[in-house]
């Protein structure tokens, strides 16, 4: 595609319920990452995969948190139980190679109430 | 840990003038530096990057420099016009085996017409 795609845009979601964000990075990237923003912050850290496979998830908070992109394009933010303190923005880039200018998504505003 | 600061925090300027951002970081073992724009409840759009390699960067008017050794990059823009009120971001590349982007918090940008 044109772009990085994520839906939804927002989820409101109940505390204890289970979501799934969705990201559809530019065609042909193979480097895909996920960040997450708070409000006057600066975008944080959660999983880098190249490829399929994650090279680098040391950016997940916990064990309630966990991606896939088992094809090598789409990729899928699974968060389980979610919390109050989960509540934030969620980005996702794609960068052609690992290291290379990346391009960002509009996010997916995740509250959970 | 790779640490990037942004200063200043928030900057208002009137239209027509020319005005510098800065950003630091405390590893200088970097791959590239990005620098992004975001709009209010928006994604980041990509500026400018700056390889390793490279001392500036230049994209209509904005200019990016790096000065790797003293961890160090600046971004100038010139004749600033109102639609150029965004909050912007510095992001490192880091070196070895992390391939992951390092965010500042932001300059918070408004020019008044």
């Known amino acids: 595609g044109a772009g990085v795609s994520q839906t939804p845009s927002n989820k409101v979601t109940e505390k204890g319920k289970y979501v799934e964000l969705r990201c559809d990075p530019i065609?042909?990237?193979?480097?895909l990452y996920w960040y997450r923003q708070s409000l006057g912050q600066g975008p944080e850290f959660l999983i880098y995969f190249q490829g399929t496979g994650a090279a680098d998830d040391s950016g997940l908070p916990n064990d309630r948190f966990f991606a896939v992109r088992p094809e090598g394009s789409v990729s899928t933010l699974k968060i389980q139980r979610t919390e109050r303190g989960d509540s934030a923005v969620y980005l996702c880039?794609?960068?052609?190679?690992?290291?290379?200018?990346?391009?960002f998504g509009q996010g997916t505003r995740l509250t959970v109430v | 840990k790779q640490e990037v600061t942004q200063i200043p925090a928030a900057l208002s300027v009137p239209e027509g003038e020319n005005l510098v951002l800065n950003c630091s970081f405390t590893?200088?073992?970097?791959?590239?530096l990005q620098w992004f724009r975001q709009d209010p409840g928006k994604g980041l759009t990509s500026l400018l990057l700056?390889?390793?390699?490279?001392r500036e960067q230049t994209s209509g008017r904005l200019n990016a420099s790096l000065d790797k050794s003293s961890g160090r990059s600046t971004l100038y823009i010139a004749a600033s016009q109102p639609g150029d009120s965004a909050t912007y971001l510095c992001?490192?590349?880091?070196?070895?085996?992390?391939?992951?982007?390092?965010f500042g918090k932001g300059t918070l940008l408004t020019v008044n017409p």
């Open positions: 590893d200088s073992a970097i791959y590239n």
């Open positions: 880039a794609s960068s052609s190679d690992r290291g290379t200018e990346a391009f």
């Open positions: 065609s042909g990237h193979t480097a």
């Open positions: 700056i390889q390793s390699s490279q």
């Open positions: 992001a490192v590349w880091g070196g070895g085996s992390n391939y992951k982007l390092t």
